[in-house]
């Protein structure tokens, strides 16, 4: 087993759990001269080993909150993409369709509980990164703590560099109204805080845990989004320097793609580093993901979002083993026997998110699986793009050969161009990765195909590459903060 998100939960001091609303307090300073009511400061907290831990799993914990899972990071990630459509109903969640079709402005919701929720996550990070280093405690722990903190830091913050281009950066817990209130860092500063993160991460993380810390970050977590974050920044040979660690560190291919998506195929040798969904008995607001309930099939399972497009089913090539793990089909039975209802509202639903209706339900529907953010596909995918780059034609084949075989496709034939090589990696990456944690959009941008193929959408060049900066932190800052081209 490699790694997945750690299962329990914990709390962090009234400091640590304030979100990140940029400029609030300096339109609003008095309210934080109240004392907290039942909660220790963060003095009186991070006095030992064990709020350390506490504050560690926060950070962990956080991921899988609403706010960071659901339709917020699909309107960020997955919406305004190719592979799926808004799904459910046409009456429901209509204001979904302003991100599939490029309509949303500085006011929309979503994108904005984004930008708190990541920067929430920013802050718990924080909190570990600078108070963790004074407690007297194990010390090999407390570095592996720290390590964890700038993974998970650095994980936030390639989502809103992503999203946002040039953000501010809080790399510490903010004591004043000026700390709080930061003006934008440059997408290239924010992509220098990514690198420093996480090569300082992988530095300290182990390479696998024991069955109890199963789902903490781990080396190849750390070196594989070391290797996504320079293929964004075009630095092939860094890129293809950190994936070629991964690839000495034990993770293999799961022979059988369907069964990887299960509940019962969580943390196996594939997987890199995925957000750990274990509901608590009698605590389910708090432990459980909506990620499978929102994109099962409607209304037999769940709510039937994010359905795949037909554009997304023609991209299978015939014969890919893929598309039968991906894509569910209304009228038909899943390989775990459960039929789908040709009176579902949609003809196709994700098939990644499905759960098996035999699955003991402690809450709702699915909220025990798993949320995959890295697989070891995908380190094969990001080692081949940037040998492919730097014209290591051979290589770059082993690894995308790798994964077609997997999928019961013939390998790429020798003799390629490097732009036709450049072009079936990019496709290898749409049908591997399809409704996953949401990567196409990312994609078509960082290759500069988003103009052409989001064309029927309604995408502007110089616009759409990233989402306005929320208008709502614009004014909290005192227009501080300035706003993307466009909008």
Same mark, same amino acid.
């Given at each position: 087993?490699?790694?997945?998100?750690i299962k329990?939960?914990g709390w962090?001091?009234?400091?640590a759990?304030?979100g990140?609303a940029l400029?609030?307090?300096?339109a609003?300073?008095?309210f934080?001269?109240?004392?907290? =009511?039942g909660?220790?400061?963060?003095t =009186?907290?991070?006095q030992n080993?064990t709020d350390?831990s506490?504050?560690v799993a926060?950070?962990?914990?956080?991921?899988?909150e609403?706010n960071?899972?659901?339709?917020n990071?699909f309107?960020?990630a997955?919406?305004?993409?190719?592979?799926?459509?808004?799904?459910s109903t046409?009456?429901d969640?209509?204001?979904?369709?302003?991100?599939?079709y490029f309509r949303?402005?500085?006011?929309?919701g979503?994108?904005?509980?984004i930008?708190?929720?990541?920067?929430?996550?920013?802050n718990?990070?924080?909190?570990?990164?600078?108070?963790?280093?004074?407690i007297?405690?194990?010390a090999t722990?407390?570095?592996?703590?720290?390590g964890?903190?700038?993974?998970?830091r650095?994980?936030?913050?390639f989502?809103?560099v992503?999203?946002f281009g040039?953000?501010?950066?809080?790399?510490?817990p903010a004591e004043?109204?000026?700390?709080?209130n930061?003006?934008?860092?440059t997408?290239?500063?924010?992509?220098a805080?990514l690198?420093s993160d996480?090569?300082?991460?992988?530095?300290t993380?182990?390479?696998?845990?024991g069955?109890?810390?199963?789902?903490?970050?781990?080396?190849g977590?750390?070196?594989?989004l070391l290797a996504k974050v320079?293929?964004?920044q075009?630095?092939y040979?860094?890129?293809l320097a950190?994936?070629?660690?991964?690839?000495?560190l034990?993770?293999?291919?799961?022979p059988?793609f369907?069964e990887?998506?299960r509940?019962?195929?969580?943390n196996g040798p594939?997987?890199?580093?995925?957000?750990?969904?274990?509901?608590?008995?009698?605590?389910?607001d708090?432990?459980n993901?909506?990620?499978a309930l929102? =994109?099962?099939?409607r209304?037999?399972?769940?709510?039937g979002?994010c359905?795949?497009t037909?554009?997304l089913?023609?991209a299978?090539?015939?014969?890919?083993?893929?598309?039968a793990g991906?894509?569910?089909?209304?009228?038909t039975t899943?390989?775990?026997?459960d039929?789908i209802s040709l009176?579902n509202s949609n003809?196709?639903?994700?098939?990644?998110?499905y759960?098996?209706?035999s699955?003991?339900k402690v809450?709702l529907?699915?909220?025990?699986q798993?949320?995959r953010i890295?697989?070891?596909?995908e380190?094969l995918?990001l080692?081949?793009?940037?040998?492919?780059e730097?014209?290591?034609?051979?290589k770059a084949?082993?690894?995308v050969n790798?994964?077609?075989v997997r999928?019961?496709l013939a390998?790429l034939?020798g003799?390629?161009?490097?732009?036709?090589l450049r072009?079936a990696?990019?496709k290898?990456?749409?049908?591997?990765?399809a409704l996953e944690y949401g990567?196409r959009?990312?994609?078509?941008?960082?290759q500069?195909?988003?103009a052409t193929?989001?064309?029927?959408r309604?995408?502007?060049?110089?616009?759409n590459?990233?989402f306005?900066?929320p208008?709502?932190q614009i004014?909290?800052s005192?227009?501080k903060?300035?706003?993307n081209?466009?909008y």
């Open positions: 087993m490699k790694n997945t998100i329990r939960r962090v001091p009234v400091l759990a304030l990140l400029g609030a307090v300096s609003c300073s008095k934080l001269e109240v004392a907290p =009511q909660q220790p400061l963060t =009186q907290f991070f080993q350390a506490y504050a926060s950070c962990y914990a956080k991921m899988r609403y960071t899972v659901a339709f990071w309107s960020v997955v919406y305004p993409g190719d592979d799926v459509d808004k799904g046409p009456g969640g209509d204001y979904l369709n302003d991100y599939i949303f402005t500085a006011t929309s979503d994108h904005e509980r930008w708190t929720a990541e920067y929430q996550q920013i718990l990070c924080n909190q570990v990164i600078a108070n963790v280093p004074g007297s405690m194990d722990l407390r570095a592996r703590y720290v964890e903190a700038q993974f998970l650095a994980l936030a913050y989502n809103l992503r999203a040039g953000v501010p950066l809080h790399t510490k004043t109204a000026e700390e709080l930061l003006a934008r860092a997408r290239d500063e924010v992509y805080l690198i996480l090569t300082a991460a992988a530095a993380l182990p390479a696998a845990y069955t109890a810390d199963i789902g903490r970050a781990t080396k977590a750390a070196l594989t320079q293929l964004y075009k630095n040979a860094a890129s950190a994936s070629d660690q991964v690839l000495t034990g993770y293999s291919l799961v059988n369907y990887m998506f509940i019962r195929g969580e594939e997987s890199v580093f995925e957000v750990q969904c274990t509901t608590l008995p009698g605590n389910c708090a432990s993901s909506y990620w929102s =994109q099962a099939p209304p037999q399972f769940g709510w979002f359905t795949p037909a554009d089913e023609n299978f090539e015939p014969g890919d083993q893929r598309k991906t894509i569910m089909y209304r009228g899943t390989p775990d026997g039929s009176q003809e196709r639903y994700s098939m990644k998110a759960v098996p209706n699955v003991t809450c529907y699915g909220a025990d798993n949320i890295l697989r070891y596909a380190t995918l080692n081949a793009e940037a040998a492919n730097l014209g290591q034609t051979t084949l082993d690894g790798k994964i077609r999928a019961g390998p034939p003799g390629l161009s490097q732009d036709a072009q990696i990019w290898e990456r749409r049908v591997e990765l990567d959009f990312f994609d078509l941008v960082r500069g195909r988003a193929v989001l064309r029927s309604g995408f502007v060049a110089g616009k590459e990233v306005p900066i208008l709502s004014q909290l005192g227009g903060l300035t706003q081209p466009g």
